[in-house]
C-alpha cells in the first residue's frame, strides 16, 4: 500500500526565512502529487500539483515543489515567508489509475512569527 | 463557481447511534470522495462515488456506507457510531475522478 512522511510535524519560523517542508512517499508506480494547505478554520486548498513534465512546479502564493523521482520526494518551498503562511501544510499521492483516491500525509504546522 | 458544501458542521452522537453526513459536490463535479481526518493526522480516504456507484474504497469497515444521488450529491452513513469515529469528516468533488479535487469545510463529528 502507498504511504506518504512528512517529516516534520511542526515548524517555526521568522518572517521572511526561508521554508522547505520535505514530504516522501512509497508507492512504485506513476503518481500524481499535491501540496495542499489549511488555514485555519478554513478548508483544504490546493496549493500546487505535479502530473508530469517539468519536476519543478510553482504554485499559488510564492510556493513551489521539487519532485525528485529516484529519491521519491516532493518537497514543498518559499524562499519568504510571510506571517499570513501559518497554517497545516499536507502533502498527498494520487493514483493515476481509475482509483484516484489521495494519500495523505499526517501534516506539518508551519507558524510564522512576525 | 459554487464550491463543496457539507452539512451539518458540528454533530454530537452517543455510542451505537447511526449518523449522516451530506455533501453537495462543486458545481460540473460528478465524482465525490469522503475522508476521515481524526485529530492530528492526515485525511484518510473513505471511499469514492462516481455517477451513484462506489469506485473505490479505503479500509473502513462495512458500517461505513454511502450514497451518490443523480444530482451529484452524496451521503456519508455510519452505523454503531463508536468513540474512534470522532473526527473531521472532509467531502472532496472532481469531474470524472481526475485530480485534483475539492474539498468542503468539513463535517465535525463527536461521539461522547
Known amino acids: 500500500a502507498q504511504s506518504v512522511s512528512q517529516h516534520n510535524h511542526h515548524v517555526i519560523l521568522s518572517e521572511a526565512a526561508s521554508l522547505e517542508l520535505g514530504c516522501n512517499y512509497s508507492?512504485?508506480?506513476?503518481?500524481?502529487l499535491f501540496w495542499y494547505v489549511q488555514y485555519p478554520g478554513q478548508h483544504l486548498q490546493l496549493l500546487l500539483k505535479?502530473?508530469?513534465?517539468?519536476?519543478l512546479v510553482k504554485g499559488i502564493k510564492g510556493f513551489e515543489a521539487e519532485f525528485i523521482k529516484s529519491k521519491f520526494s516532493f518537497n514543498l518551498r518559499k524562499p519568504s515567508v510571510q506571517w499570513s503562511d501559518t497554517a497545516e501544510y499536507f502533502c498527498?499521492?494520487?493514483?493515476?489509475?481509475?482509483?484516484?483516491?489521495?494519500?495523505f500525509g499526517s501534516g506539518t504546522q508551519l507558524t510564522v512569527l512576525p | 463557481e459554487t464550491g463543496v458544501t457539507q452539512s451539518p458542521t458540528h454533530l454530537i452522537k452517543t455510542r451505537g447511534q447511526q449518523v449522516t453526513l451530506r455533501c453537495s459536490s462543486q458545481?460540473?463535479?460528478?465524482?465525490v470522495s469522503w475522508y476521515q481526518q481524526a485529530l492530528g493526522q492526515g485525511p484518510q480516504f473513505i471511499f469514492q462515488?462516481?455517477?451513484?456507484?462506489?469506485?473505490g474504497r479505503g479500509n473502513f469497515p462495512p458500517r461505513f456506507s454511502g450514497l451518490q444521488f443523480p444530482n451529484y450529491s452524496s451521503e456519508l452513513n455510519v452505523n454503531a457510531l463508536e468513540l474512534d469515529d470522532s473526527a473531521l469528516y472532509l467531502c472532496?468533488?472532481?469531474?470524472?475522478?481526475?485530480?485534483?479535487?475539492?474539498f468542503g469545510d468539513g463535517t465535525r463529528l463527536s461521539i461522547l
Open positions: 472532496a468533488s472532481s469531474i470524472d475522478g481526475d485530480q485534483p479535487q475539492h
Open positions: 508507492y512504485g508506480g506513476t503518481v500524481n
Open positions: 505535479y502530473f508530469s513534465g517539468d519536476p
Open positions: 498527498a499521492v494520487g493514483l493515476s489509475g481509475s482509483a484516484r483516491q489521495l494519500t
Open positions: 458545481s460540473g463535479h460528478n465524482t
Open positions: 462515488y462516481y455517477r451513484e456507484e462506489e469506485n
